[in-house]
């Protein structure tokens, strides 16, 4: 008695066809004769599920088998060669899951040129205000004799006799049918019978050539910049890669950047953190900006100007310019110097509420210690 189809490929009766079809796929390959060499129950195995896959995927066999079961198919029914043709269903599921990738995406890509890369350093004020570029590339380009299609002058490709202009050959092994790119054409589907002697056949030459490359405002370390066509020239006359422009931004000596804010340090005296006072810092335009400081600022206090740090990637806003003050200690000092410190300290330059950053430490310190 023969097994149920559907228990088969282990799906409802009420399974859709793509149920079906995923089902029949996992099985297969679990069970195909390639995998298990030799195995006799694996052998029948693989046999049924494909006589079952060959009843329910189809639509007019499917309701017959569900009417009448395997009666339908006996005594010269639709489905007599369906175990004889096992390899069949197989084989067309590998073509549906494998074709394109294989077969017709390679067509369309195997002569393609290579896409190409190139570092390019910049300062970061050119990725604020952006720039133009220069830049030159090694690479190919199309041979000017042959124009690009690798034949002498007077002649032209023809048709690869082999794969008959397809650029790729099929070849039937087991229950597999491969596909393989025409290794007389290389997959072009076409051959030179008088190739260009410029270019010896290839439609390209080795050829430096000089790009203009665009930076917008804002761009960042790691941007990347695409040239649609500037890559490596396609094999006789075929499309070229894409250059790729990956853009490092340089150290400032200055500025540091956070996105699309900026901070810079600048040190201020201990008489101005003191009494307070106006510094003026540089902006990253080139320009200058004027910052107050208060009275009593301590070292690391920071001071923000909107709208003065770096353009914003394809938008009309700005980032923010940070100042982070450092009070120094001034050294090698006059001995006038020294004596008008002396005077302050002996004035109560030391007296409670003149450090109150200080007072505070060592008050945490004496209450570690246990008072």
């Not at 290389?186 to 002697?197: F, H, L, M, N, Y």
């Not at 941007?223 to 490596?232: D, K």
């Not at 300290?345 to 950053?357: D, I, L, M, R, S």
């Amino acid at each position: 008695m023969k097994a149920d189809c559907y228990e088969t490929l282990g799906v409802a009766k009420g399974a859709s066809g793509e149920d079906i079809k995923r089902a029949y796929r996992k099985l297969a390959m679990q069970f195909h004769p390639d995998r298990n060499p030799g195995d006799a129950v694996a052998e029948q195995k693989f046999k049924d599920l494909s006589h079952a896959y060959d009843i329910l995927k189809d639509d007019q066999k499917r309701a017959a088998y569900d009417r009448f079961g395997h009666a339908a198919f006996e005594n010269g029914g639709g489905g007599a060669n369906a175990g004889a043709g096992f390899g069949a269903n197989f084989s067309d599921i590998f073509d549906q899951m494998f074709g394109d990738m294989a077969g017709r995406g390679r067509e369309s890509q195997s002569q393609r040129g290579s896409d190409l890369r190139y570092n390019l350093e910049i300062t970061l004020e050119d990725a604020f205000k952006g720039n133009q570029v220069t830049i030159r590339v090694p690479g190919w380009s199309a041979c000017e004799p042959c124009h690009g299609s690798g034949a002498a002058d007077g002649t032209a490709p023809v048709t690869c006799p082999t794969c008959r202009g397809a650029g790729r050959v099929r070849a039937q092994q087991g229950f597999f049918t491969i596909e393989r790119t025409c290794s007389a054409c290389s997959g072009a589907g076409q051959v030179i019978k008088d190739p260009c002697r410029n270019c010896s056949g290839s439609g390209r030459i080795r050829k430096e050539k000089t790009l203009e490359v665009t930076i917008p405002p804002g761009v960042d370390d790691g941007t990347r910049i695409r040239l649609s066509g500037e890559g490596e020239m396609g094999m006789r006359g075929a499309a070229a890669g894409d250059l790729y422009v990956f853009l490092s931004v340089q150290p400032h000596r200055l500025f540091q950047r956070e996105g699309a804010d900026l901070q810079c340090r600048v040190p201020i005296t201990m008489p101005m953190a003191a009494l307070g006072g106006q510094i003026e810092v540089p902006t990253i335009e080139g320009g200058r900006s004027h910052v107050t400081i208060p009275a009593g600022t301590q070292s690391g206090q920071q001071f923000r100007l909107r709208g003065k740090g770096m353009s914003v990637l394809r938008s009309a806003g700005r980032g923010d310019l940070y100042i982070e003050v450092g009070v120094e200690t001034p050294v090698k000092l006059t001995k006038r110097q020294k004596e008008l410190l002396q005077e302050f300290a002996a004035e109560g330059g030391e007296a409670t509420g003149t450090h109150p950053e200080s007072e505070g430490f060592f008050a945490k310190v004496k209450e570690f210690w246990g008072g």
